[in-house]
Protein backbone atom coordinates (compact mmCIF):
# COMPACT_ATOMS: atom_id res chain seq x y z
CA UNK A 1 0.00 0.00 0.00
CA UNK A 2 1.48 3.50 -0.41
CA UNK A 3 0.05 5.43 2.26
CA UNK A 4 0.37 9.35 1.90
CA UNK A 5 0.36 11.38 5.04
CA UNK A 6 -0.93 15.35 5.28
CA UNK A 7 0.35 17.77 8.02
CA UNK A 8 1.54 20.77 9.42
CA UNK A 9 4.39 19.57 11.86
CA UNK A 10 6.87 16.67 11.10
CA UNK A 11 10.45 16.84 12.82
CA UNK A 12 12.39 18.75 12.45
CA UNK A 13 9.56 21.13 12.64
CA UNK A 14 7.97 20.91 15.98
CA UNK A 15 5.28 23.00 17.97
CA UNK A 16 3.53 20.20 20.29
CA UNK A 17 3.53 16.80 19.87
CA UNK A 18 1.79 16.43 16.64
CA UNK A 19 5.70 16.47 15.32
CA UNK A 20 6.34 13.77 17.43
CA UNK A 21 3.18 11.68 16.31
CA UNK A 22 3.24 11.61 12.78
CA UNK A 23 7.27 11.58 13.21
CA UNK A 24 6.90 8.13 14.59
CA UNK A 25 4.14 6.88 12.98
CA UNK A 26 5.81 7.83 9.40
CA UNK A 27 8.92 5.38 10.48
CA UNK A 28 6.92 2.60 12.02
CA UNK A 29 4.42 2.45 8.87
CA UNK A 30 7.77 2.56 6.56
CA UNK A 31 8.71 -1.00 7.71
CA UNK A 32 5.76 -2.75 6.24
CA UNK A 33 4.20 0.14 3.73
CA UNK A 34 5.54 2.74 1.32
CA UNK A 35 4.72 6.01 3.10
CA UNK A 36 5.35 9.50 1.96
CA UNK A 37 4.32 12.85 3.97
CA UNK A 38 3.41 16.03 2.55
CA UNK A 39 3.94 19.12 4.48
CA UNK A 40 4.35 22.87 3.86
CA UNK A 41 8.24 23.61 4.16
CA UNK A 42 7.82 26.46 6.75
CA UNK A 43 11.38 28.16 5.57
CA UNK A 44 13.11 25.27 6.77
CA UNK A 45 15.05 24.09 3.80
CA UNK A 46 18.22 26.01 4.47
CA UNK A 47 18.34 25.42 8.41
CA UNK A 48 21.28 22.88 9.75
CA UNK A 49 18.58 20.42 11.62
CA UNK A 50 16.99 20.14 8.22
CA UNK A 51 20.06 18.70 6.82
CA UNK A 52 20.73 16.81 10.31
CA UNK A 53 17.38 15.09 9.94
CA UNK A 54 16.89 14.64 6.09
CA UNK A 55 18.70 13.38 3.07
CA UNK A 56 20.32 16.60 1.99
CA UNK A 57 20.76 18.24 -0.62
CA UNK A 58 16.85 17.60 -1.36
CA UNK A 59 15.42 16.91 -5.15
CA UNK A 60 13.35 19.20 -6.43
CA UNK A 61 10.80 16.80 -7.04
CA UNK A 62 8.21 19.25 -9.58
CA UNK A 63 6.99 22.81 -10.36
CA UNK A 64 3.18 23.41 -10.85
CA UNK A 65 1.76 26.53 -10.52
CA UNK A 66 -1.81 27.65 -8.26
CA UNK A 67 -4.29 30.17 -8.43
CA UNK A 68 -5.36 31.57 -5.88
CA UNK A 69 -7.40 34.79 -5.19
CA UNK A 70 -6.47 36.73 -8.28
CA UNK A 71 -3.03 35.78 -8.44
CA UNK A 72 -1.29 32.75 -9.80
CA UNK A 73 1.43 31.45 -7.64
CA UNK A 74 4.37 29.00 -8.38
CA UNK A 75 4.70 26.16 -6.09
CA UNK A 76 8.51 23.89 -5.89
CA UNK A 77 7.91 20.90 -4.75
CA UNK A 78 11.28 19.32 -2.78
CA UNK A 79 11.76 15.93 -1.83
CA UNK A 80 13.91 14.10 0.46
CA UNK A 81 13.86 11.33 2.30
CA UNK A 82 13.89 10.31 6.48
CA UNK A 83 14.33 6.44 7.51
CA UNK A 84 12.50 5.01 4.79
CA UNK A 85 9.73 7.84 4.92
CA UNK A 86 9.76 9.80 1.20
CA UNK A 87 9.28 13.73 2.31
CA UNK A 88 7.61 16.01 -0.19
CA UNK A 89 8.51 19.64 0.95
CA UNK A 90 5.86 22.11 -0.21
CA UNK A 91 7.27 25.64 -1.12
CA UNK A 92 6.21 29.28 -2.08
CA UNK A 93 6.46 32.86 -1.00
CA UNK A 94 2.98 31.64 1.30
CA UNK A 95 4.52 28.20 2.13
CA UNK A 96 7.91 29.60 3.05
CA UNK A 97 6.74 31.48 6.23
CA UNK A 98 8.97 30.25 9.37
CA UNK A 99 6.11 30.82 12.02
CA UNK A 100 3.90 27.43 11.42
CA UNK A 101 0.45 28.69 12.89
CA UNK A 102 0.87 32.38 13.43
CA UNK A 103 0.18 34.71 12.91
CA UNK A 104 -3.84 33.49 12.11
CA UNK A 105 -4.00 35.53 8.39
CA UNK A 106 -0.53 33.78 7.19
CA UNK A 107 -1.64 30.51 8.36
CA UNK A 108 -4.73 30.50 6.83
CA UNK A 109 -3.20 31.62 3.48
CA UNK A 110 -1.27 29.01 3.97
CA UNK A 111 -3.51 26.06 4.47
CA UNK A 112 -5.38 27.44 1.35
CA UNK A 113 -1.91 26.90 -0.33
CA UNK A 114 -1.60 23.91 0.64
CA UNK A 115 -5.01 22.62 -0.24
CA UNK A 116 -4.54 23.77 -3.55
CA UNK A 117 -0.66 22.54 -4.04
CA UNK A 118 -1.45 18.48 -2.94
CA UNK A 119 -3.97 17.79 -5.66
CA UNK A 120 -1.14 19.67 -7.75
CA UNK A 121 1.37 17.05 -6.63
CA UNK A 122 -0.31 14.15 -7.19
CA UNK A 123 -1.26 15.03 -10.66
CA UNK A 124 2.27 15.01 -11.37
CA UNK A 125 3.19 12.24 -9.59
CA UNK A 126 0.49 10.28 -11.52
CA UNK A 127 2.55 11.20 -14.52
CA UNK A 128 5.61 10.72 -13.23
CA UNK A 129 5.55 7.54 -11.51
CA UNK A 130 2.33 6.13 -12.80
CA UNK A 131 0.75 5.75 -9.28
CA UNK A 132 -1.24 7.38 -6.84
CA UNK A 133 -1.34 6.65 -2.95
CA UNK A 134 -3.99 4.02 -2.34
CA UNK A 135 -4.95 6.39 0.75
CA UNK A 136 -4.33 9.81 2.07
CA UNK A 137 -3.86 10.82 5.80
CA UNK A 138 -5.04 13.55 7.06
CA UNK A 139 -3.61 15.37 10.35
CA UNK A 140 -5.88 17.79 12.24
CA UNK A 141 -7.98 19.98 10.30
CA UNK A 142 -5.25 22.15 8.51
CA UNK A 143 -5.23 19.44 6.45
CA UNK A 144 -8.86 18.46 6.06
CA UNK A 145 -9.40 20.78 2.93
CA UNK A 146 -6.26 18.96 0.88
CA UNK A 147 -7.84 15.39 1.62
CA UNK A 148 -11.29 16.57 0.89
CA UNK A 149 -10.06 17.61 -2.92
CA UNK A 150 -7.87 14.44 -3.37
CA UNK A 151 -10.81 11.98 -2.47
CA UNK A 152 -12.96 14.31 -4.87
CA UNK A 153 -10.51 14.50 -7.89
CA UNK A 154 -8.27 11.49 -7.56
CA UNK A 155 -10.95 8.93 -5.52
CA UNK A 156 -7.97 8.41 -2.78
CA UNK A 157 -9.22 7.14 0.49
CA UNK A 158 -9.06 9.90 3.44
CA UNK A 159 -8.39 9.31 6.41
CA UNK A 160 -8.96 12.38 9.06
CA UNK A 161 -7.46 11.91 12.37
CA UNK A 162 -8.64 14.60 15.27
CA UNK A 163 -4.86 15.07 17.36
CA UNK A 164 -7.03 17.37 18.90
CA UNK A 165 -10.40 19.06 18.74
CA UNK A 166 -9.89 22.58 18.07
CA UNK A 167 -13.58 23.74 16.11
CA UNK A 168 -11.74 26.10 13.83
CA UNK A 169 -14.53 27.37 11.42
CA UNK A 170 -13.75 29.51 8.22
CA UNK A 171 -16.18 31.70 6.62
CA UNK A 172 -18.08 31.21 3.27
CA UNK A 173 -16.54 34.66 2.28
CA UNK A 174 -12.74 33.68 2.71
CA UNK A 175 -13.45 30.51 0.66
CA UNK A 176 -15.06 32.41 -1.99
CA UNK A 177 -11.85 35.01 -1.86
CA UNK A 178 -9.49 31.91 -2.54
CA UNK A 179 -11.27 30.48 -5.23
CA UNK A 180 -12.28 27.13 -3.20
CA UNK A 181 -16.33 27.70 -3.13
CA UNK A 182 -16.30 24.30 -4.24
CA UNK A 183 -15.59 23.57 -0.34
CA UNK A 184 -18.53 25.04 0.21
CA UNK A 185 -21.69 22.83 1.31
CA UNK A 186 -24.64 24.06 3.07
CA UNK A 187 -25.23 21.01 4.85
CA UNK A 188 -22.54 22.07 7.01
CA UNK A 189 -23.29 25.70 7.63
CA UNK A 190 -23.80 27.40 10.93
CA UNK A 191 -24.84 31.17 9.62
CA UNK A 192 -22.19 32.16 6.80
CA UNK A 193 -19.38 29.68 8.63
CA UNK A 194 -18.75 26.38 8.48
CA UNK A 195 -16.80 24.23 11.12
CA UNK A 196 -13.98 22.46 9.59
CA UNK A 197 -13.55 19.85 11.40
CA UNK A 198 -17.06 18.71 11.22
CA UNK A 199 -16.83 19.27 7.12
CA UNK A 200 -13.74 16.41 7.32
CA UNK A 201 -15.88 14.20 9.77
CA UNK A 202 -18.47 13.94 6.98
CA UNK A 203 -16.11 13.87 3.98
CA UNK A 204 -13.65 11.18 5.66
CA UNK A 205 -14.38 7.67 4.67
CA UNK A 206 -12.43 7.36 8.33
CA UNK A 207 -12.41 9.30 11.23
CA UNK A 208 -10.12 8.64 14.06
CA UNK A 209 -9.18 10.38 17.55
CA UNK A 210 -5.80 9.28 19.56
CA UNK A 211 -7.18 7.89 23.16
CA UNK A 212 -10.17 5.62 23.85
CA UNK A 213 -11.18 7.98 26.76
CA UNK A 214 -10.79 11.46 24.49
CA UNK A 215 -13.05 9.94 21.79
CA UNK A 216 -15.71 9.13 25.06
CA UNK A 217 -15.30 12.48 26.47
CA UNK A 218 -16.29 14.15 23.06
CA UNK A 219 -18.59 11.96 21.95
CA UNK A 220 -21.44 13.84 22.66
CA UNK A 221 -19.87 17.24 21.15
CA UNK A 222 -18.44 15.94 18.37
CA UNK A 223 -17.84 12.33 17.56
CA UNK A 224 -21.25 10.77 17.95
CA UNK A 225 -22.32 12.25 14.91
CA UNK A 226 -19.94 9.99 12.46
CA UNK A 227 -21.02 6.79 14.70
CA UNK A 228 -19.50 4.10 12.33
CA UNK A 229 -16.33 5.59 10.66
CA UNK A 230 -14.60 6.32 13.97
CA UNK A 231 -11.73 4.88 16.21
CA UNK A 232 -9.36 5.52 18.26
CA UNK A 233 -5.50 4.45 17.69
CA UNK A 234 -3.29 5.19 20.56
CA UNK A 235 0.47 6.62 20.00
CA UNK A 236 3.49 5.13 21.11
CA UNK A 237 6.25 6.25 22.64
CA UNK A 238 10.37 5.80 21.27
CA UNK A 239 11.38 3.51 24.74
CA UNK A 240 14.65 2.76 23.23
CA UNK A 241 15.64 6.82 23.77
CA UNK A 242 13.31 7.44 26.79
CA UNK A 243 15.78 4.39 28.94
CA UNK A 244 17.48 4.87 31.91
CA UNK A 245 20.28 3.06 30.40
CA UNK A 246 21.27 6.13 28.51
CA UNK A 247 21.58 8.74 31.62
CA UNK A 248 24.22 10.45 32.58
CA UNK A 249 24.43 9.36 36.17
CA UNK A 250 23.14 5.52 34.85
CA UNK A 251 25.74 3.79 37.43
CA UNK A 252 23.97 5.30 40.66
CA UNK A 253 20.72 4.15 42.23
CA UNK A 254 17.68 6.46 41.53
CA UNK A 255 17.59 8.18 45.19
CA UNK A 256 21.71 9.27 44.13
CA UNK A 257 20.79 10.81 41.12
CA UNK A 258 17.69 12.63 42.39
CA UNK A 259 20.35 14.26 45.00
CA UNK A 260 22.87 15.08 42.04
CA UNK A 261 20.00 16.57 39.88
CA UNK A 262 18.53 18.63 42.88
CA UNK A 263 22.06 20.00 44.11
CA UNK A 264 22.74 21.29 40.31
CA UNK A 265 19.29 23.27 40.91
CA UNK A 266 20.80 24.84 43.92
CA UNK A 267 18.02 22.40 46.25
CA UNK A 268 18.54 19.74 48.54
CA UNK A 269 17.54 16.28 48.95
CA UNK A 270 14.13 15.70 49.27
CA UNK A 271 10.72 14.41 47.32
CA UNK A 272 11.00 15.19 43.94
CA UNK A 273 8.20 15.88 41.81
CA UNK A 274 8.60 17.33 37.92
CA UNK A 275 6.70 19.21 35.14
CA UNK A 276 7.62 19.15 31.68
CA UNK A 277 6.13 20.83 28.91
CA UNK A 278 4.01 23.95 27.56
CA UNK A 279 2.90 26.37 30.32
CA UNK A 280 -0.58 26.54 29.59
CA UNK A 281 -4.14 27.31 31.77
CA UNK A 282 -6.35 25.99 29.29
CA UNK A 283 -5.21 22.35 28.45
CA UNK A 284 -2.09 21.65 30.08
CA UNK A 285 -3.49 23.22 33.50
CA UNK A 286 -0.17 23.91 35.12
CA UNK A 287 -2.18 26.67 37.09
CA UNK A 288 -3.68 24.07 38.93
CA UNK A 289 -0.44 22.08 39.80
CA UNK A 290 0.72 25.75 41.16
CA UNK A 291 -1.99 25.90 43.03
CA UNK A 292 -1.59 22.37 45.07
CA UNK A 293 1.99 23.18 45.15
CA UNK A 294 1.07 26.38 47.01
CA UNK A 295 -1.43 24.62 49.37
CA UNK A 296 1.01 22.04 50.36
CA UNK A 297 3.02 24.34 50.83
CA UNK A 298 1.10 26.49 53.53
CA UNK A 299 -0.04 23.42 54.84
CA UNK A 300 -3.21 23.28 54.04
CA UNK A 301 -3.75 19.51 53.27
CA UNK A 302 -3.91 16.71 55.90
CA UNK A 303 -0.15 15.47 55.97
CA UNK A 304 1.74 18.64 54.44
CA UNK A 305 2.68 20.48 57.79
CA UNK A 306 5.19 17.58 58.23
CA UNK A 307 5.89 17.03 54.96
CA UNK A 308 5.92 20.25 53.36
CA UNK A 309 10.10 20.60 54.07
CA UNK A 310 10.66 17.73 52.18
CA UNK A 311 8.59 18.75 48.99
CA UNK A 312 10.59 19.32 46.12
CA UNK A 313 9.32 20.91 42.43
CA UNK A 314 11.04 21.61 39.61
CA UNK A 315 8.91 23.15 36.30
CA UNK A 316 10.42 22.67 33.02
CA UNK A 317 9.03 24.58 30.24
CA UNK A 318 7.91 27.91 29.17
CA UNK A 319 4.69 29.40 27.25
CA UNK A 320 2.01 31.91 28.80
CA UNK A 321 3.84 34.60 30.46
CA UNK A 322 1.27 35.27 33.00
CA UNK A 323 2.07 31.45 34.09
CA UNK A 324 5.71 32.46 34.08
CA UNK A 325 5.30 34.85 36.39
CA UNK A 326 3.44 32.77 38.26
CA UNK A 327 5.56 30.08 38.37
CA UNK A 328 8.81 32.67 39.26
CA UNK A 329 6.56 34.38 41.74
CA UNK A 330 6.39 30.74 43.76
CA UNK A 331 10.25 29.96 43.31
CA UNK A 332 10.76 33.25 44.86
CA UNK A 333 8.59 32.68 47.61
CA UNK A 334 9.39 28.79 48.53
CA UNK A 335 13.29 28.53 47.09
CA UNK A 336 14.20 25.58 48.89
CA UNK A 337 11.37 23.71 47.75
CA UNK A 338 10.98 25.10 43.85
CA UNK A 339 12.88 25.89 40.63
CA UNK A 340 11.72 27.00 38.03
CA UNK A 341 13.60 26.04 34.76
CA UNK A 342 11.51 28.14 32.09
CA UNK A 343 13.14 27.09 29.03
CA UNK A 344 13.04 24.09 26.84
CA UNK A 345 16.58 22.16 27.52
CA UNK A 346 16.33 19.62 25.03
CA UNK A 347 15.34 15.77 24.89
CA UNK A 348 19.28 14.45 26.71
CA UNK A 349 18.01 17.07 29.46
CA UNK A 350 14.70 16.02 29.66
CA UNK A 351 15.68 12.34 30.31
CA UNK A 352 17.96 13.30 33.02
CA UNK A 353 15.17 14.92 35.14
CA UNK A 354 12.24 11.99 34.53
CA UNK A 355 15.70 9.55 35.52
CA UNK A 356 16.05 11.51 38.90
CA UNK A 357 12.34 12.63 39.97
CA UNK A 358 10.38 10.34 42.11
CA UNK A 359 6.91 11.67 40.23
CA UNK A 360 6.15 13.17 37.25
CA UNK A 361 2.42 15.85 37.47
CA UNK A 362 0.72 15.75 34.38
CA UNK A 363 -2.20 18.08 35.62
CA UNK A 364 -4.21 18.22 31.96
CA UNK A 365 -7.27 19.66 31.71
CA UNK A 366 -8.10 17.87 28.94
CA UNK A 367 -5.31 15.68 26.96
CA UNK A 368 -6.13 14.07 23.80
CA UNK A 369 -2.98 11.55 24.20
CA UNK A 370 -0.07 13.00 25.70
CA UNK A 371 3.43 11.92 25.83
CA UNK A 372 4.52 12.99 29.23
CA UNK A 373 2.94 10.58 31.46
CA UNK A 374 4.75 7.72 28.34
CA UNK A 375 8.23 9.18 28.57
CA UNK A 376 7.98 9.41 32.26
CA UNK A 377 7.12 5.52 32.52
CA UNK A 378 9.46 4.94 30.29
CA UNK A 379 12.31 6.38 32.58
CA UNK A 380 10.70 4.54 35.97
CA UNK A 381 9.51 8.13 36.99
CA UNK A 382 5.90 7.46 38.85
CA UNK A 383 3.17 9.77 37.24
CA UNK A 384 0.17 11.46 38.88
CA UNK A 385 -2.09 12.62 36.19
CA UNK A 386 -5.71 13.66 35.50
CA UNK A 387 -8.18 11.10 34.44
CA UNK A 388 -8.55 12.57 31.01
CA UNK A 389 -7.59 11.50 27.88
CA UNK A 390 -4.68 9.58 26.66
CA UNK A 391 -3.75 9.99 30.60
CA UNK A 392 -6.52 7.93 31.88
CA UNK A 393 -5.99 5.31 29.13
CA UNK A 394 -2.42 4.88 29.36
CA UNK A 395 -1.42 4.97 33.65
CA UNK A 396 -3.25 2.38 35.83
CA UNK A 397 -4.07 4.13 39.28
CA UNK A 398 -2.49 2.19 42.64
CA UNK A 399 -5.85 2.33 44.08
CA UNK A 400 -8.10 0.73 40.92
CA UNK A 401 -5.61 -1.20 39.97
CA UNK A 402 -3.25 -2.28 43.35
CA UNK A 403 -1.69 -5.16 42.02
CA UNK A 404 -0.88 -3.96 38.50
CA UNK A 405 -0.55 0.00 38.70
CA UNK A 406 1.93 2.12 36.99
CA UNK A 407 0.68 5.54 38.62
CA UNK A 408 -2.12 7.53 40.34
CA UNK A 409 -5.03 9.20 38.63
CA UNK A 410 -7.09 12.29 39.92
CA UNK A 411 -9.78 14.37 39.02
CA UNK A 412 -8.91 17.59 36.72
CA UNK A 413 -9.10 20.69 37.68
CA UNK A 414 -9.11 19.92 41.10
CA UNK A 415 -6.02 21.67 42.96
CA UNK A 416 -6.57 20.07 46.44
CA UNK A 417 -7.03 16.31 45.07
CA UNK A 418 -3.83 16.87 43.12
CA UNK A 419 -2.07 17.98 46.46
CA UNK A 420 -3.70 15.21 48.44
CA UNK A 421 -2.49 12.57 45.82
CA UNK A 422 1.02 14.25 46.03
CA UNK A 423 1.30 13.98 49.57
CA UNK A 424 0.50 10.54 49.51
CA UNK A 425 2.55 9.70 47.17
CA UNK A 426 5.34 11.55 49.17
CA UNK A 427 4.93 9.66 52.15
CA UNK A 428 4.69 6.33 50.44
CA UNK A 429 8.09 7.54 49.27
CA UNK A 430 9.36 8.45 52.72
CA UNK A 431 8.18 4.82 54.36
CA UNK A 432 11.22 2.51 53.90
CA UNK A 433 8.72 -0.64 53.73
CA UNK A 434 7.03 0.70 50.57
CA UNK A 435 10.10 0.65 48.81
CA UNK A 436 9.93 -2.58 47.03
CA UNK A 437 6.36 -1.97 45.97
CA UNK A 438 7.36 1.23 44.90
CA UNK A 439 10.18 -0.35 42.27
CA UNK A 440 7.89 -2.56 40.93
CA UNK A 441 5.14 -0.14 40.20
CA UNK A 442 8.42 1.67 38.62
CA UNK A 443 9.29 -1.38 36.67
CA UNK A 444 5.86 -2.28 35.84
CA UNK A 445 5.28 1.63 33.93
CA UNK A 446 8.25 1.08 31.88
CA UNK A 447 7.19 -2.73 30.62
CA UNK A 448 3.50 -1.06 30.41
CA UNK A 449 4.62 1.48 28.03
CA UNK A 450 6.76 -0.45 25.99
CA UNK A 451 4.39 -3.82 25.42
CA UNK A 452 0.99 -1.56 24.80
CA UNK A 453 2.05 1.55 23.50
CA UNK A 454 4.56 1.06 20.77
CA UNK A 455 4.84 3.34 17.35
CA UNK A 456 4.96 -0.52 15.60
CA UNK A 457 1.46 -1.44 17.28
CA UNK A 458 -0.34 1.88 16.39
CA UNK A 459 0.77 1.39 12.94
CA UNK A 460 -0.47 -1.68 12.56
CA UNK A 461 -3.93 -0.28 13.47
CA UNK A 462 -3.43 2.75 11.56
CA UNK A 463 -3.67 0.07 8.17
CA UNK A 464 -6.35 -1.64 9.62
CA UNK A 465 -8.11 1.60 9.82
CA UNK A 466 -6.68 2.37 6.16
CA UNK A 467 -8.23 -0.80 5.07
CA UNK A 468 -11.76 -0.19 7.03
CA UNK A 469 -11.16 -2.64 9.34
CA UNK A 470 -11.24 -0.40 12.67
CA UNK A 471 -14.40 0.87 13.87
CA UNK A 472 -15.48 0.67 17.29
CA UNK A 473 -19.00 -0.39 18.80
CA UNK A 474 -21.31 1.36 20.87
CA UNK A 475 -22.35 1.44 24.24
CA UNK A 476 -19.46 3.26 25.42
CA UNK A 477 -18.07 2.70 29.09
CA UNK A 478 -16.60 5.06 31.51
CA UNK A 479 -12.84 3.61 32.13
CA UNK A 480 -10.66 2.65 29.50
CA UNK A 481 -11.12 -0.58 27.05
CA UNK A 482 -8.63 -3.53 27.87
CA UNK A 483 -5.34 -3.41 26.13
O1 LIG B 1 -0.46 13.60 22.30
C1 LIG B 1 -0.24 13.95 19.37
C2 LIG B 1 -0.66 15.02 20.37
C3 LIG B 1 -1.34 14.47 21.63
O2 LIG B 1 -2.46 15.13 23.67
C4 LIG B 1 -1.68 15.59 22.59
C5 LIG B 1 -2.26 16.78 21.91
C6 LIG B 1 -1.94 17.04 20.49
O3 LIG B 1 -2.93 17.61 22.53
O4 LIG B 1 -1.30 13.11 19.00
O5 LIG B 1 -1.53 15.90 19.72
Same mark, same amino acid.
Given at each position: MLVSMATFEHLPVRVGGLAEAV??????????????????????????????????????????????????????????????????????????????????????????????????? =?????????????????? *??????????????????? =??????????????????????????????????????????????????????????????????????????????? *??????????????????????????????? *?????????????????VDIMLQAFEMIMRGEIPGSDTLREKMRLIVLGSGDPRLENETRRLEQRFPENMKALLTYLGRETTREYYGAADFCLIPSNFEPFGLVQLEAMCMGCIPIGSRVGGINDTILDLHDFPEECTGRLVPPRNPAALARAMIEMAQISLDNKKQVMLEKMRHRGREHVIKNFNWDKAAERYINVYQNKATIKLPFVSYSEPY
Amino acid at each position: MLVSMATFEHLPVRVGGLAEAVTSLGESLSKVEDVMVFMPVHGILQEEETQAEFSYPPDRYCDFRIFVGERIYPVTVWETERRGVRIFLFSNEILDHPNVYEPREMFMQKMVHFTKAVPGL =INIMLKKEQRKPDVIHIN *DWHCVFAGRLVKKYFDIPF =IFTIHRLCRERISVHELNEVNLSELVDPRYLEGDMFNIEQFGGHHCDQLTTVSYSYLNEEWRTFFSTFEGKTTYVWNGT *DSTFWNPEFLKYTEHPRAKRRELVLKENGLA *DGVMFFNVGRLDTEQKGVDIMLQAFEMIMRGEIPGSDTLREKMRLIVLGSGDPRLENETRRLEQRFPENMKALLTYLGRETTREYYGAADFCLIPSNFEPFGLVQLEAMCMGCIPIGSRVGGINDTILDLHDFPEECTGRLVPPRNPAALARAMIEMAQISLDNKKQVMLEKMRHRGREHVIKNFNWDKAAERYINVYQNKATIKLPFVSYSEPY
